[in-house]
């Protein structure tokens, strides 16, 4: 099949891309779209530019990226476009993102199906739209909604792409049909090329940029696309290409861009498994639930949310309208943030949703999903009893954090049913799901996780048994390291700001005092028995929960939260803490640089993660990438702790462990893979590729 195929209807010459999944504008397509553009300027009266399958181009070819680029590129062939002698018209349909709205950007006329996205997604890349995007837009739009476009990188409807300029016309019919019904209106007009519109007025393009650096978090791609914008408006119109390619060229060799795309590409590859291939989920149309506090409740708003039926039950009455009553204020907020119909609210409402205070209730649903206390002879019990209730093919599912799922699963007689599934908090919100794979854990029931991770859009990850699982077994470990910090001489709020400026969407200790200090003092109690002797136990977490000091929920915790407030206060009464436990261990206390702090944090991070691989926990490095990115706040522009690790030198991050471990060789001992990888040379992302289906 040729990547671009012409024919001719009547006067109009139909060119479809055929380039699946996605149409991206590989150096096949861009080379089509050339010849055909040059062959009907000779043989039509107008030119009509059509996707085939799903989509309209979805943008450049991303797996090129990184690579030497091949004649043509993608501004060439937009500049070739729009130079066209007879008109030409775009007809979109799917998504039309990046260079593939910048193809229809440079034809001279746009029509689109009512259902097509329009977007530039470019900065989500961590790059800005380099085919024309940041000058032909705002021709078209003005600089305002395209710079808003260009720096969110959001997709707009078809109905917002008309009336802001973009588009001419949204038909109901095919593209194919659509686009032919305007080309041939086109013909009388003749082209109509965009560069050749008034520049946009100039807007505070300063204002902008200081926003979307703020916005950024560090990401500078939001901020570099105003400077591009701003050359719309103030350069003529082929001087402000050669600025956004120059701009476009800095951005594609920064590490940022790097980052990002192996962010996109492992996002996907974790859904991949290739073990399982052709292996059928169980279905899945309703959903039980067994525990309706914080978890158990966001659980079942996000099963109903993505239109599954749900049975949630409690312990009582009480317990099971509180728990209802919390499902409820989740789907008032969802319908506000207008992600709940009406109509699905009153399905909802009428039997799509009960809440029960009898296992029983549970005979009918599919999968079954125990959010109760985190503590072993209460899930076991648990278990024990939905044995006896769940129909027979019914999947078992705990949500547990840390605790050891084979444990749980033996407490049925059906352990091929088990599985963990680790949802994040707040459950209908957070991305991430851990699909834990225990010891008995029947395949199918392995792609009924991930099958319903999918039905959620959540992004589902593979990870096998342990203490924490993949995600809360390496925070586990950082946080040792930065508490370890905390007690030598750091202080917390220092902490948090030096690894907010690394890039984490929060501070740990923030992170803490929003998740409740109550949750780790639990798990720091019930591991004290077996703590390894070597181990360093700071106190002052376990002080602040003896004071009450949970966190945002009582109003202090490493912070003050006054009057309710989201963000918190540093208070010098935990400074007095700190130091008064400093002074009884006889520490002298030390002071570290942000960059030893960020160092620290991000050995502790990668030397378990290492581990985590190393153990078969998690399958690829990749895997713990989208861990940390989906469910921790990693920044996503650095790609993930293993491609950190990658980026700075797998030598480099052992060096700065064997230094560290001149202190606390215990904690600071290279995991046997890192170890490995430097004395072979090689990198977290051969394994990648060695690991790929
Ligand atoms: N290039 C190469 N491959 C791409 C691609 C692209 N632009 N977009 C998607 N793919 C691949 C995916 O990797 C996936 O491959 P796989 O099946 O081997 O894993 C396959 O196409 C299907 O993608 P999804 O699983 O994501 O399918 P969905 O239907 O869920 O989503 C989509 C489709 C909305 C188009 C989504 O894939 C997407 O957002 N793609 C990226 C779009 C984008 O960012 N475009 C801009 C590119 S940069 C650019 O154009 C630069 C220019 O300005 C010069
Ligand atoms: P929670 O204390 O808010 O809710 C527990 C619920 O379980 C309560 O409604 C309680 O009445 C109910 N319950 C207790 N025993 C029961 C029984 N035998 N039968 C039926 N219902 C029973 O706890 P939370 O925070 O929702 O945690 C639940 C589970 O989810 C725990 O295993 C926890 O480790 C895990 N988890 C918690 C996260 C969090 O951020 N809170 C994140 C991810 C997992």
């Avoid at 399982?276 to 966001?298: C, H, K, Q, S, W």
Wanted: aromatic share 6%.
């Amino acid at each position: 099949m040729d990547a671009v195929k012409y024919d001719l209807d009547g006067d109009v010459a139909v060119v479809t891309i055929q380039n699946p999944p996605v149409n991206a504008a590989s150096h096949a397509v861009r080379a089509g779209l050339v010849e055909a553009v040059q062959r009907a300027e000779v043989e039509a009266k107008a030119a009509l530019i059509i996707g085939d399958g799903r989509t309209f181009i979805a943008g450049a070819d991303i797996r090129e990226f990184g690579k030497p680029p091949k004649d043509p590129w993608l501004p060439e062939v937009c500049n070739r476009i729009e130079a066209c002698k007879i008109p030409v018209v775009a007809a979109l349909h799917g998504t039309a993102l990046g260079g593939g709205l910048e193809v229809a950007l440079a034809a001279h006329y746009r029509v689109a199906v009512p259902d097509a996205k329009l977007g530039l997604p470019e900065v989500t890349l961590g790059i800005l739209p380099g085919a024309g995007g940041t000058q032909r837009l705002p021709r078209l739009t003005g600089a305002e909604a395209a710079l808003e476009m260009i720096t969110t990188g959001r997709p707009v409807s078809a109905a917002e792409a008309l009336e802001i300029g973009i588009l001419d016309a949204v038909q109901d019919g095919t593209p194919r049909q659509i686009g032919l019904d305007m080309a041939r209106e086109a013909i009388a007009k003749g082209p109509r090329p965009t560069g050749d519109l008034p520049a946009p007025e100039a807007v505070d393009f300063d204002a902008w940029h200081a926003k979307a650096l703020a916005r950024g978090k560090g990401q500078i791609a939001p901020a570099t696309a105003v400077r591009a914008v701003q050359a719309a408006s103030e350069l003529p119109f082929t001087d402000g290409l050669a600025r956004e390619r120059e701009l476009f060229g800095d951005l594609m060799a920064s590490p940022q861009r790097e980052g990002l795309i192996h962010a996109f590409f492992a996002e996907r590859a974790v859904a991949k498994l290739p073990e399982l291939e052709g292996v059928a989920p169980r279905d899945l149309a309703e959903i039980g639930v067994v525990g309706g506090g914080t978890m158990g409740a966001g659980i079942a708003a996000a099963c109903l949310l993505a239109g599954l039926k749900v049975v949630l039950v409690d312990r009582d009455a009480d317990a099971a309208d509180k728990a209802k009553a919390r499902v409820a204020s989740m789907l008032d907020s969802a319908a506000k943030r207008g992600k709940l119909l009406p109509e699905r609210r009153s399905e909802i409402d009428s039997g799509g949703f009960r809440a029960a205070d009898t296992y029983d209730a549970l005979d009918a649903s599919d999968l079954v999903i125990e959010a109760v206390f985190e503590d072993m002879d209460v899930k076991r019990e648990v278990f024990a009893t939905l044995d006896k209730v769940c129909k027979e093919g019914a999947v078992l599912a705990t949500n547990t954090s840390y605790l050891d799922i084979n444990a749980i699963a033996g407490a049925t007689g059906r352990p091929s049913d088990v599985i963990g599934l680790h949802f994040f908090s707040p459950a209908h919100i957070m991305k991430l799901l851990e699909v834990v794979v225990a010891d008995a854990t029947a395949p199918d029931v392995v792609v009924t996780g991930f099958a319903l991770a999918k039905r959620l859009r959540k992004i589902a990850v593979r990870a096998g048994v342990c203490d924490g699982f993949i995600g809360n077994r390496i925070l586990a470990h950082y946080r040792m390291a930065i508490d370890n910090m905390v007690l030598d001489g750091a202080d917390p709020y220092q902490v948090d700001a030096a690894l907010e400026a690394f890039g984490m969407a929060m501070g740990p200790y923030a992170v803490s005092d929003l998740a409740g200090l109550d949750i780790g003092w639990a798990t720091r109690k019930r591991k004290a028995a077996t703590r390894d002797p070597r181990e360093r136990v700071p106190g002052f977490a376990d002080t602040l929960c003896e004071m009450g000091r949970f966190g945002q929920k009582t109003g202090r915790g490493y912070y003050l939260y006054p009057d309710g407030a989201r963000r918190g206060e540093p208070d010098p009464e935990v400074q007095q803490i700190l130091a008064d436990e400093r002074a009884q261990q006889g520490l002298t206390p030390r002071s570290f640089t942000d960059d030893e702090i960020q160092r620290r944090f991000m050995a502790a991070m990668v030397n378990e993660a290492a581990r985590v691989v190393g153990d078969g926990i998690a399958r690829r490095p990749l895997d713990v990438d989208v861990t940390m990115l989906s469910g921790y706040g990693f920044p996503r522009w650095r790609g993930g702790p293993m491609k950190w690790a990658d980026m700075t030198g797998l030598d480099l991050v052992l060096a700065d462990l064997k230094r560290f471990a001149k202190d606390d060789p215990w904690f600071w001992q290279p995991a046997p893979l890192l170890q490995k990888l430097v004395d072979e040379g090689r990198t977290f992302e051969d394994l990648n590729k060695e690991a790929q289906p």
